[in-house]
T-cell receptor, first 107, second 115 residues
């Protein structure tokens, strides 16, 4: 099956810092999504990005499908950005999740 | 997107009992799924809930343990049967709103603790 690897597993930032999260996957996919899981367990959709680049406020994402990786950029981080960030890839509707990056933003 | 609700939001159950989790969507959707997230872990797909027929289970999950119903295009249930402490997890339903639309949306989850 498809393997999804995220790095780094943990990240601690000072408020205002920038960061890049990476997602590598082992096969071609027709879906790639980034999620933020808040402390209450809810998954928030950040990006649907099987290819190309998208931006939403302080967040942006780039997927290079031919090289099988995606990057999530967080700029000017805030304490509310803390939580776990998941990359998930899919084929035929099913999503396969990476292990996540746990981000902690300190004030 | 779709608005998805789950009931209950959390529960504490005794081992050996069963719990049924409901997932309700505010509009008809093509596909519904159930995922499990064990403590400190990532999400794993349990099964695809098929409308009007038996669910399609992933490797490691069986119908006797996780029976699933999907009577219509807006509703599904997942039952966790004969529970043990290892079943303590967050259970999430997700949907694909319409055919040809690949972005998946998740419900708020049900946090289950088995004593």
């Amino acid at each position: 099956g498809i393997q999804v690897e995220q790095s780094p597993p943990d990240l601690i930032l000072q408020e205002g810092a920038n960061s890049t999260l990476r997602c590598n996957f082992s096969d071609s996919v027709n879906n790639l999504q980034w999620f933020h899981q808040n402390p209450w367990g809810q998954l928030i959709n950040l990006f649907y990005i099987p290819s190309g680049t998208k931006q939403n406020g302080r967040l942006s994402a780039t997927t290079v499908a031919t090289e099988r990786y995606s990057l999530l950029y967080i700029s000017s981080s805030q304490t509310t950005d803390s939580g776990v960030y998941f990359c998930a890839v899919g084929k035929g509707g099913k999503l396969i999740f990476g292990q996540g990056t746990e981000l902690s933003v300190k004030p | 997107s779709a608005v998805i609700s789950q009931k209950p939001s959390r529960d504490i159950c005794q081992r050996g009992t069963s719990l049924t989790i409901q997932c309700q969507v505010d509009s008809q959707v093509t596909m519904m799924f159930w995922y499990r997230q064990q403590p400190g872990q990532s999400l794993t797909l349990i099964a695809t809930a098929n409308q009007g027929s038996e669910a399609t289970y992933e490797s490691g999950f069986v119908i006797d343990k996780f029976p699933i119903s999907r009577p219509n295009l807006t509703f599904s249930t997942l039952t966790v049967s004969n529970m043990s402490p290892e079943d303590s997890s967050i259970y999430l339903c997700s949907v694909l709103p319409r055919a040809g639309y690949n972005e998946q949306f998740f419900g708020p989850g049900t946090r289950l603790t088995v004593l």
